[in-house]
């Protein structure tokens, strides 16, 4: 879209059209009983009973400017980002989507990333599957044909079938509700750039836990209390690739312009009650 805050700008433009037009019109206690939307993608729950508003006229008043929309007409099952959300007897499931034209691009084993990239992948993947399932069988279908794209891409069935045993354990040992102390642990972070050369993140701790954790323990913070420093993580970055350099996507500002400036003007022309 030619800058990374293209998406946020267009958000922005559009929720106009939304707060001043479609909520107002359709809401409040009119046909329009949900509306959530993600950049181009949204989803609406729509009571057809009532008689002062159409929904073919709701689509006609989704166009705002030089946007255009299309709108799939009511259903009990619909598409939305990656679930199929459907209504059944009363019951609403969902299961996991995805476009026909997924080619489903993993990154293959020859690539220089870390070690734990394939790991996350598989980790974040097979949880979200869970999640999104209603029906245990929709499940085995997602990870069995996540894991047939993995081997298409390379992968050694020795190596990923060891995560997907290692993810169905942590499935089951899971608590239904995340500890509310998790949060509050104090981590520490070792931002670094990962090349397959390098040491290896166990040799990084334990060279961390015997020069210098040793050290920062006994020091103070500017007031004067101990540091918790909780456990090292090594978060790795990847290195630039070819595309970030040839393919930079950034906002440029004209020269001697601020906008702060811009800002200022605003505030001095309306200001607050």
């Known amino acids: 879209m030619g800058t990374s805050v293209a998406c946020v700008l267009a958000t922005i433009y559009y929720s106009y059209h939304e707060e001043t037009t479609l909520l107002p019109t359709y809401g409040n206690g009119g046909p329009l009983l949900f509306y959530k939307r993600l950049i181009d993608d949204g989803f609406i729950i729509w009571k057809p009973t009532v008689p002062f508003a159409s929904f073919d006229r709701f689509k006609s008043d989704l166009c705002f400017g030089k946007l255009t929309w299309t709108a799939a007409s009511p259903s009990h099952s619909v598409d939305f980002l990656d679930l199929t959300l459907s209504i059944s007897n009363g019951n609403i499931s969902s299961k996991t989507y995805t476009k026909e034209h997924n080619l489903h691009l993993y990154l293959p084993p020859s690539s220089a990333h870390s070690p734990g990239t394939l790991k996350s992948l598989i980790f974040g993947n097979l949880q979200r599957y869970w999640k999104q399932n209603t029906h245990t069988s929709d499940y085995v279908n997602m990870a069995s044909a996540f894991r ?48 397959p050369k390098d040491l290896p993140r166990q040799r990084i701790r334990s060279l961390f836990n015997e020069n210098c954790s040793p050290t920062l323990s006994r020091a103070n913070t500017v007031k004067g209390n101990t540091p918790q420093l909780g456990r090292l993580t090594i978060a790795y970055s990847k290195p630039k690739s070819i595309g970030n350099t040839l393919c930079q996507t950034k906002m440029t500002q004209p020269n001697g312009q601020n906008v702060s400036d811009y800002i200022r003007t605003l505030s001095t022309a309306t200001p607050s009650p």
């Open 148 to 195: 047939q794209h993995l081997l298409a891409r390379g992968h050694h069935s020795k190596d990923i079938d060891t995560i997907f045993l290692a993810v169905a354990h942590h499935i089951d040992a899971a608590p239904e509700q995340p500890s509310s102390n998790a949060r509050a642990t104090p981590k520490l972070f070792l931002h670094w750039e990962y090349h």
